[in-house]
């Protein structure tokens, strides 16, 4: 079973490796402006914020969590493959609203199907999810070489071989069903009211907020700064080995530190993480630096909260706190950072869009240090 969950995370996130580092230089070969491809973006992290409340609703009322998943990924293949045949902006708008609802669909229902399948063993997470760190930079560092030598028209070729590999690994995962567990009567709003729970939405949504100049511009912004795309693609590789570090330890950390310090340190790293993008960018060995911090604002932030809303929604609850989750951060948080951030580096320049960034992960920061207490 190991390999079977590992290989859905290898794949799905090599689509990833693919999407984010070089989709926003793809549009840009297409002529759309940072305006325009900051509100693109946005679109497939919106999706996010209604996609995976709804099918985590289903899921969890129905109990086929990997029949969401496996329709998700078939949807969201067939849906992409427009991309090879419609133009313009609009036209390109509802082409990314379209597959990001279904591909949005598949993670949230495949991390709660994974933690039942693990049972008592949650902290076994990180040693499977480091599968799809794999695949994320054998990805873009292989994407990275072979876009400097073909160009970036060959993205979305790639992509559907990615997205049709992750259907095909999903068919091999049995479903897991949840016996009764602790909690299980609450209902969700009760679990929602809890001070707790409220402060880490809050972080969550921050934390990635501050990610969106990163996912949208940071390709483009290193370009502009004279980095050649193989060497962007090795950065990008290089801040997922670091992510793939924190997996590997987080076994025996979360035991040893807890919950709230870890998080109290990812918090603290991403604000440093965006000073450094924003003051030190024309230096690569700083560049460097920062792209290690990676294993602090992904890798530690969500491993840690992977194990908080799997502790803080129980039983039935999982497939929507699981959802919840990638709705309020990488949705919600996701698009408004990736909306407001070519706006920010039109009206005021790039060095300032990463401080606000920066700003941003510093309030989270605040939020977790006052808020997130009595978790373990």
């Known amino acids: 079973m190991y390999w079977r969950l590992s290989g859905f995370y290898f794949f799905y996130f090599a689509s990833l490796g693919a999407l984010i580092p070089y989709w926003g230089l793809y549009l840009r070969s297409l002529g759309f402006s940072v305006v325009e ?3 693109l973006v946005a679109i497939i992290m ?9 099918w985590g609703w289903i899921a969890d009322h129905t109990g086929q969590r990997m029949k969401i998943v496996r329709i998700g990924c078939l949807m969201s293949t067939l849906l992409f493959a427009a991309v090879f045949v419609v133009h313009g902006y609009w036209w390109m708008a509802l082409v990314m609203t379209g597959f990001s609802f279904f591909w949005n669909a598949a993670l949230p229902p495949f991390e709660a199907n994974t933690l039942n399948h693990l049972g008592a063993d949650t902290h076994r997470y990180s040693s499977i999810r480091l599968w799809g760190s794999i695949g994320f930079i054998l990805t873009v560092a292989a994407l990275g070489a072979l876009f400097e030598q073909a160009g970036t028209g060959w993205l979305p070729v790639v992509l559907i071989g990615l997205f049709a590999a992750i259907w095909l690994a999903s068919l091999l995962v049995p479903e897991k069903t949840v016996g009764q567990q602790h909690h299980e009567h609450l209902s969700l709003r ?20 501050s990610h969106g100049p990163y996912y949208t511009f940071y390709s483009i912004y ?3 700064h004279g980095y050649s795309e193989t060497l962007i693609g090795e950065l990008w590789a290089l801040g997922v080995v670091a992510e793939i570090g924190v997996f590997l ?3 025996s950390w979360l035991p040893r530190y807890g919950a709230r310090r870890l998080l109290l340190s990812a918090t603290a790293l991403t604000a440093l993480r965006w000073l450094l993008l924003a003051g030190f960018v024309d230096k690569p060995w700083i560049m460097v630096l920062a792209q290690t911090l990676h294993a602090a604002s992904f890798g530690l932030y969500h491993a840690v909260s992977i194990h908080l809303f799997h502790q803080l ?6 497939g929507r706190g699981q959802a919840l989750y990638s709705s309020v951060s990488f949705g919600a948080g ?5 909306f407001a951030a070519g706006y920010l580096w039109q009206g005021a320049g790039a060095g300032w869009m990463y401080l606000a960034a920066a700003a941003v992960a510093a309030l989270a920061l605040v939020i977790a240090w006052r808020g997130v207490r009595d978790v373990d």
């Open 249 to 251: 330890k987080m076994r």
């Open 190 to 209: 009760e679990v929602l009211q809890q001070p707790v729970v409220i402060s880490v939405l809050l972080v969550c949504f921050l934390v990635q907020a």
């Open 334 to 338: 996701g698009a408004a950072g990736s």
């Open 313 to 318: 929604f129980r039983g039935r609850l999982q």
């Open 222 to 224: 290193m370009s502009e």
């Open 46 to 54: 919106a999706t996010k914020i209604v996609a995976p409340n709804i």
């Open 37 to 39: 491809i900051g509100e």
